[in-house]
C-alpha cells in the first residue's frame, strides 16, 4: 500500500471515529484500530489528533471550495440570472448531500474548520472559491439582473437560509428533502435578489458596489 493510501486509509477511519464519538471522545489507538495502521504511520503523517482532524477539515473545504469554482463554467455564460443564483443554491446543496459524512463533521467541528481555513495552503484555494461566486453576482449586478448589493450580502441573501438549512440537516432535524430544499430556496434567493425586466440597465454603473476581498471563510 502506497503512503498516500495509508494516510488516505487514516484519515477515513478517523473521520468515522469522530463522527461516532466525536474529536475529544476519539482515542488514536481507536483510529489506529480502525485503520488498520501502526502507531507509527499516524505519528509519520500527523502530529496529533487534533492534527488528524485539520487535514480533515482542510480536505472537506478543499472538495467544497472546487464544488464551488465550477459552478460558473457548468451553468454557462449564456445560461440567465436565474438559473445562475438557483445553481448557486443547488451546489452547494448537492456537494453537502454527496459528502454528507464529510459535511457533518465540518458542522461538528466549526472551530477546526476556520483553523484550517487559515492555513498558508488552503488560502489561495478558499480566497478562489469565494471569488468565483463573487465573479458571478458582480457580472449580474452589472448587467442590471439583481439588485446592486455589496457582494457579500448577495451571497448571505443567496446561500444564508440554504447553510441554515444543510446545519439542520446534518444534525437530522430538516423536515424537507434535499429536493424541495433546492427547489424552494433557489426560488426564494432569485425572488429576493431579481430586478423586474432583468436584461436591462435597471441601475447606473456607479450604483455597482466595489469589490472587497476579505479572508474571513464561513462554512457550508
Not at 174 to 192: F, H, I, N, S
Request: aromatic letters at 6%; proline letters at 4%; hydrophobic letters at 45%.
Amino acid at each position: 500500500m502506497s503512503r498516500g493510501q495509508t494516510r488516505a486509509r487514516i484519515l477515513e477511519a478517523a473521520l468515522a471515529c469522530f463522527l461516532d464519538k466525536g474529536i475529544a471522545g476519539t482515542s488514536i489507538a481507536e483510529i489506529r484500530a480502525t485503520s488498520g495502521a501502526t502507531t507509527g504511520s499516524i505519528y509519520h503523517f500527523f502530529g496529533g489528533k487534533e492534527d488528524i482532524a485539520l487535514a480533515l477539515c482542510a480536505q472537506g473545504l478543499a472538495s467544497w471550495a472546487e464544488a464551488v469554482r465550477t459552478v460558473p463554467a457548468e451553468v454557462g455564460a449564456e445560461s440567465g440570472a436565474e438559473a445562475k443564483i438557483r445553481a448557486m443554491v443547488e451546489r452547494t446543496i448537492d456537494w453537502a448531500v454527496d459528502n454528507d459524512a464529510m459535511h457533518r463533521f465540518l458542522m461538528q467541528g466549526e472551530g477546526l474548520a476556520s483553523q484550517a481555513a487559515k492555513r498558508s495552503e488552503m488560502i489561495d484555494v478558499m480566497t478562489e472559491a469565494r471569488l468565483s461566486q463573487e465573479r458571478i453576482l458582480r457580472d449580474l449586478t452589472a448587467q442590471g439582473a439583481i439588485r446592486p448589493l455589496a457582494w457579500d450580502l448577495a451571497r448571505a441573501i443567496i446561500l444564508g437560509p440554504t447553510e441554515s438549512y444543510l446545519k439542520a440537516r446534518a444534525q437530522g432535524s430538516a423536515a424537507a428533502t434535499p429536493d424541495e430544499a433546492k427547489r424552494a430556496l433557489g426560488e426564494a434567493a432569485w425572488m429576493a435578489l431579481r430586478v423586474p425586466g432583468c436584461g436591462e440597465a435597471a441601475f447606473p454603473p456607479e450604483a455597482v458596489p466595489k469589490r472587497r476581498v476579505g479572508r474571513t471563510f464561513d462554512l457550508i
